[in-house]
C-alpha cells in the first residue's frame, strides 16, 4: 500500500480508563485496557470493518480516531497528520473530511430540531465562523438535495424526529453527514437498531453514496453477514487488539486466527444440509476483564490451540500473505 494510497492509519493506538476508589479522597487502583495497542491502514475509497463481540473497544477505537475520545499514547493519522497533535482550528478544518453515523438514528439528532435544520446544522457552523463560503439560500437548497439524495421526500423538511421511522431517521443522520463533503465516514452500527428489511436498504444507499461521493468508510459492526456485504477488507478486534486483518472474501475463505475461525462458525449458514453437517466452535469461559493486565496473548485462556509460550508474550500481528495479517503464534512471522 503506497503512502498517497493511505487515508487514515492508526498505530499503537491505546485508550485507557482509569479505576478510582474511595467517596472523598479518590485514588486511582487500576486501568481498564478498552484499547490496547490498535494498528490499521485505511486506504482512499475503502470500506474498512472492524468486527468483534461486544465490549472488544470497537467504538472507542471509533471515537479515538474522531478525536472525541482522548488517546493514552499512540497515533492517528489522517492524511498524514497526527489528529491529537492539531489545534482546535486545525482540527475544526479537518473535521470537514470525516464525520460519524451514530448506532442510534434516534438519540443522535435533536428532538427539537427539524429534519432540515439538522442536516443544515453543520454548515450554518461552518458559514458563521467563516470556514465555508455560502449564503442561507445556498444552505437549504443543499439541505433539500442531500435529503432526496438519501432517500427522503423534501416535503418531510419542516418534520421532527419522532415524525420519522427509524430507517428515516437514520438517512437524515446520514445526510447530516455527507453536508460538508467529507471523504471519510465512521459508522458506528448504522444499522444494529433498525429491522432487516431496513437494513439492507440503508446499505445499499451508503454503497451508492460511497461509489457517488468517493467515500471512505471505517464501518464498524458485529454482524459478520453486514461485515462481509459492506466492507472490502475486514479486521478482527478481540479484547482491545486486532488480532487479523484481511480482503473480506480472503478473511470467509480461509481464516487464520482461532478466534476469527470461532466467530465464523457462529454465522448460520442458508443451505440447512450444510448447517445441520457443520462443525461449531464452542469457545469456553468468557471473555477476561480488560482492567486485568497481561503478559502474554490476550486470547489465550479461551484458545483451544494455546501453546506454552502464548502465555510468555503476545504475538505481533504479521503477514501471512497477501493482505492478510493475523496475530497469532501458530504462524511463523509472529
Excluded at 418534520?159 to 453536508?179: M, N, T, V, W
Aim: proline fraction near 7%; aromatic fraction near 6%.
Amino acid at each position: 500500500m503506497s503512502e498517497d494510497e493511505v487515508l487514515l492509519e492508526v498505530r499503537s493506538l491505546k485508550v485507557h480508563f482509569p479505576i478510582e476508589k474511595g467517596s472523598v479522597f479518590r485514588r486511582r487502583v487500576g486501568w481498564v485496557r478498552a484499547v490496547d495497542g490498535v494498528d490499521f491502514r485505511l486506504r482512499k475509497g475503502e470500506a474498512l470493518g472492524l468486527v468483534g463481540e461486544s465490549g472488544c473497544g470497537k467504538s472507542t477505537t471509533a471515537m479515538a480516531v474522531a478525536q472525541l475520545q482522548g488517546i493514552s499514547s499512540g497515533e492517528v493519522l489522517f492524511q498524514g497528520r497526527d489528529m491529537a497533535k492539531l489545534r482546535a482550528p486545525e482540527l475544526r478544518k479537518t473535521r470537514m473530511d470525516f464525520q460519524l453515523v451514530f448506532q442510534d438514528p434516534y438519540s443522535s439528532l435533536n428532538p427539537r430540531m427539524r429534519a432540515s435544520d439538522i442536516i443544515a446544522e453543520p454548515l450554518n457552523i461552518y458559514a458563521r465562523k467563516g470556514i465555508i463560503a455560502l449564503r442561507p439560500d445556498e444552505i437549504q437548497a443543499k439541505t433539500l438535495e442531500l435529503m432526496e439524495r438519501c432517500g427522503l421526500s423534501s416535503s418531510f423538511a419542516r418534520r421532527y424526529p419522532h415524525e420519522f421511522s427509524g430507517g428515516q431517521r437514520q438517512r437524515i443522520g446520514i445526510a447530516r453527514a455527507l453536508a460538508l463533503g467529507p471523504k471519510l465516514l465512521i459508522a458506528d452500527e448504522p444499522v444494529s437498531a433498525l429491522d432487516v428489511s431496513i437494513q439492507s436498504q440503508i446499505l445499499n444507499l451508503l454503497k451508492d453514496l460511497q461509489q457517488d461521493f468517493d467515500l471512505s468508510f471505517l464501518f464498524i459492526a458485529h454482524d459478520l453477514g453486514v461485515i462481509e456485504y459492506f466492507c472490502s477488507r475486514i479486521a478482527v478486534m478481540y479484547l482491545g487488539r486486532i488480532v487479523e486483518t484481511a480482503p473480506s472474501g480472503e478473511l470467509y475463505r480461509s481464516p487464520l486466527h482461532p478466534y476469527t475461525r470461532a466467530l465464523l462458525s457462529a454465522v448460520p449458514l442458508p443451505d440447512p444440509v450444510k448447517e445441520r453437517s457443520r462443525k461449531r466452535i464452542i469457545l469456553k469461559g468468557d471473555v477476561p476483564s480488560p482492567s486485568v493486565e497481561r503478559q502474554g496473548c490476550p486470547f489465550m485462556d479461551r484458545c483451544p490451540e494455546a501453546m506454552p509460550r502464548c502465555a510468555l508474550k503476545a504475538p505481533k500481528l504479521a503477514s501471512e500473505g497477501e493482505g492478510h495479517e493475523v496475530s497469532c503464534f501458530l504462524y511463523p512471522n509472529s
